[in-house]
């Protein structure tokens, strides 16, 4: 690979001292593509001896000014780029071996990387490697502002015929800004290739007010009042194979509390066989919601895939609301909605909101404004206060295409991707900074921040933010409001998918719970997060019933059995069509394990279904869940002979937990004195025997 040439510009002003460590450093390299340019304003001491030892040039520039002295050292560079050093900054080992593929892999006109610090004779190296990424006019203030590095020339690698071009009598911090705004291909690496001696000189400060370059967002438009807003509500939905599992809830709260007619745009890209009959299922059932799937083109998904967002762990599928202008083009407003909300009053007041001149309505997210020192107030500035959450959308189309607003915010989300903390959020904050009316907080709810938003009838909650804080996951013991709010979504959810489509019932035998309080609420969580809508619970009196019955809902049956009551008593009792086994501590593992075990018996009319399961092991503070690798798969229990059986499963056979059966199996069994017996006895009679090979639920040891 041909190596690009740099020259190297040492400006010593007085600090002649250091000389030696800099030519050192430079030698070491093993770059042979470099010259060293000595700039000084009065001759060298010792010139004679660091020439034998090192080769560089003098450049002697008495009582010439900063940028007399940096125009005559360009002027006598050979090299393609140059990097300028100061006595704050020198080179670390082996810098130009990882500064080569930046200079020749890709046309570049300037590297700037991240210093390595150097304090009181000590090293401290940046750790995290965050990769190459490309400074524009529409970023650079954002990277200006959280590096120091972008407010010195000190450690910059820039190509020379350019160099040569900018204005030194200004400020470091301006002469960088004249590469970046004569669109120059300006690179930030991450890697650190130069260090920062703090113990001479700090860091360079952010000058805010010297600031020409802000990022290009979209000029107050001269905007009219809307005319006469339809009747019918307009919703936007984006959803994929997994998303679709997902709405339920949200479609069925928004057709029980708004009496207006809903037309609501399912948009997608690929949908699988089962989801579109899902959401043909799902429409039938909807009285005054109506479902229109709105397939995306095959160029608008490839535009979407042409960028991502740094630190965005959202599927692509999430970007489709982008495109609301050019895939509904006869609707003049849309109010587009994340999937993990759920209605709690008529939206028709906000459907009817004017606009006025804004582009966009969003409501406040008020975990961010509430704090100056939040995210929001880095990123918007003075208008901190405004940052909206992206959950809840209500876009005026007829202006986004008046003004051909799409494309100029996808080359915006393009342009800026690099610096967001909170991916299209914060893009459409930045974006829309001077276009948004802010609407309401209630239409908005965070269920994570509901505890201190003062908000007393939210009429909109959302369930984004902390992993843990979803009606789909085991959470952790929180505030009374947070639980109201996470077991109505789980029941509107159970409701609706048993009135989509009739289910058997199951009746999970649980002769115990257990004592300790966390894990009980665990066991808990994990059988109210279920999302199979026909579900009975076997189960002795406790306090955790008590939740149970306050939270189960109408599709959660709950049979109280007698203290002390026998395995056979509770198997008698039962009155689903199917039995599961999971007592004392051990949980589910996921929100759909009971769907995927049931789905797996009623499309293969299964006796028996045996399942895989993981293993949750105290050490020390931490638990660890440990299990054998799995396919995700299932297996014909009747393709094996029993004893590969017993030989391969033998860790599943030691007790019935996790066990699903149909009653009729264990309706006349012979008493047996060991859980073996009694597994032999149901294998036995079961007909169609399957083993799920999926981690379903967890077993907990002591």
């Known amino acids: 690979m041909k190596k690009e040439s740099i020259s190297f510009l040492l400006f010593v002003d007085g600090n002649e001292a250091y000389l030696p460590v800099w030519l050192q450093s430079i030698k070491e390299q093993d770059y042979p593509q470099t010259e060293t340019i000595v700039v000084t304003k009065s001759p060298l001491a010792h010139l004679e001896a ?120 200004q400020s470091d911090q301006a002469i960088l800004e004249q590469l970046v705004a004569q669109e120059a291909t300006v690179i930030w690496n991450s890697d650190q290739f130069f260090f920062w001696n703090l113990d001479l000189k700090p860091l360079p400060e952010f000058n805010g007010e010297a600031v020409t370059l802000h990022p290009r967002v979209l000029e107050r438009l001269p905007l009219e009042p809307s005319d006469k807003i339809s009747d019918t509500i307009s919703i936007l939905l984006c959803v994929d194979d997994n998303y679709c599992q997902k709405i339920a809830p949200l479609l069925s709260s928004l057709g029980r509390t708004t009496k207006q007619q809903v037309d609501c745009y399912l948009v997608y890209y690929e949908l699988s066989a089962a989801s579109l009959a899902f959401v043909v299922k799902l429409g039938n059932y909807l009285s005054n919601v109506k479902l229109i799937p709105t397939k995306i083109s095959e160029w608008q998904h490839e535009q979407l895939q042409s960028f991502s967002m740094k630190n965005n762990k959202l599927p692509l599928a999430a970007y489709y609301r982008l495109l609301a202008a050019e895939l509904l083009p006869n609707l003049n407003r849309v ?45 918007l500035e003075e208008q901190g206060g405004n940052y909206f959450n992206s959950g809840l959308l209500l876009f005026n189309l007829e202006a986004m295409r008046k003004y051909k607003i799409v494309e100029r915010f996808i080359e915006f989300i393009q342009a800026t991707a690099n610096v967001y903390l909170l991916g299209d959020q914060d893009a459409f904050n930045l974006f829309f900074i001077n276009n948004t009316k802010l609407l309401p907080a209630k239409y908005n709810t965070i269920l994570g921040y509901i505890d201190q938003s003062q908000i007393e009838q939210p009429a909109i909650i959302h369930y984004c933010g902390f992993e843990w804080l979803k009606p789909w996951r085991i959470t952790a013991p929180v505030a009374q409001v947070k639980l109201k709010w996470l077991n109505t979504y789980r029941q509107v959810n159970r409701r609706i998918l048993g009135q989509v489509e009739t289910k058997p019932l199951v009746s999970l035998i649980i002769p115990q719970l257990p004592n300790d309080s966390v894990a009980a609420f665990r066991k808990c969580e994990s059988l109210l997060m279920q999302t199979y ?170």
């Not at 890709?106 to 390595?116: E, G, K, L, Q, W």
């Not at 409501?363 to 704090?371: E, G, I, M, N, Q």
């Not at 049979?559 to 009792?573: R, V, Y």
Request: charged share 20%; net charge neutral.
């Open 50 to 169: 660091l020439q034998k030892q090192y080769s560089f040039t003098v450049l002697l520039t008495k009582g010439a000014s900063r940028a007399t002295q940096h125009e005559l050292a360009l002027a006598k560079a050979s090299g393609t780029f140059v990097s300028f050093l100061y006595p704050t900054c020198g080179l670390v080992k082996d810098a130009l071996k990882l500064v080569t593929p930046c200079l020749n892999e890709r046309p570049v006109d300037a590297v700037f990387s991240r210093f390595a610090l150097l304090e009181q004779g000590l090293f401290n190296f940046y750790k995290q490697y965050l990769g190459i990424e490309e400074v524009n006019r529409d970023n650079y203030y954002y990277y200006l502002k959280s590096n120091a590095e972008f407010r010195t020339l000190a450690g910059k690698i820039i190509r020379t015929s350019l160099a040569k071009n900018l204005d030194y009598r």
């Open 335 to 379: 109010l587009y909605l994340d999937i993990d909300m759920l209605v709690n009053s008529s939206i028709e007041a906000l459907w009817q909101t004017e606009l006025g001149s804004n582009v966009i309505g969003a409501c406040r997210d008020l975990a961010f404004t509430d704090h100056k020192d939040s995210w929001s107030y880095q990123l």
């Open 533 to 702: 809508p026909q579900i009975e619970l076997i189960i002795p009196a406790s306090e955790q019933v008590d939740y149970l019955k306050a939270n189960a809902g109408a599709n959660i049956q709950i049979n109280l059995a007698a203290g002390g009551a026998s395995l056979e008593t509770m198997i008698a009792s039962a009155g689903g069509e199917y039995l599961f086994f999971l007592n004392g501590p051990h949980y589910f593992k996921e929100a759909d394990a009971l769907t995927k075990i049931m789905e797996l018996a009623l499309n293969y009319r299964s006796d028996l279904v045996l399942t895989h399961y993981l293993k949750s092991i105290k050490r020390g503070k931490d638990t660890i869940l440990l299990g054998p690798d799995e396919s995700k798969s299932f297996l014909d229990i009747n393709l094996l002979s029993s004893e590969d059986i017993w030989r391969e499963h033998v860790r599943e056979f030691s007790s019935l937990n996790g066990l699903l059966v149909n009653k009729h199996l264990v309706g006349k069994l012979t008493k047996v004195q060991t859980v073996q017996a009694l597994y032999q006895q149901i294998f036995n009679k079961a007909q169609a025997k399957f083993y799920l090979d999926d981690s379903l639920w967890i077993e907990v040891t002591n």
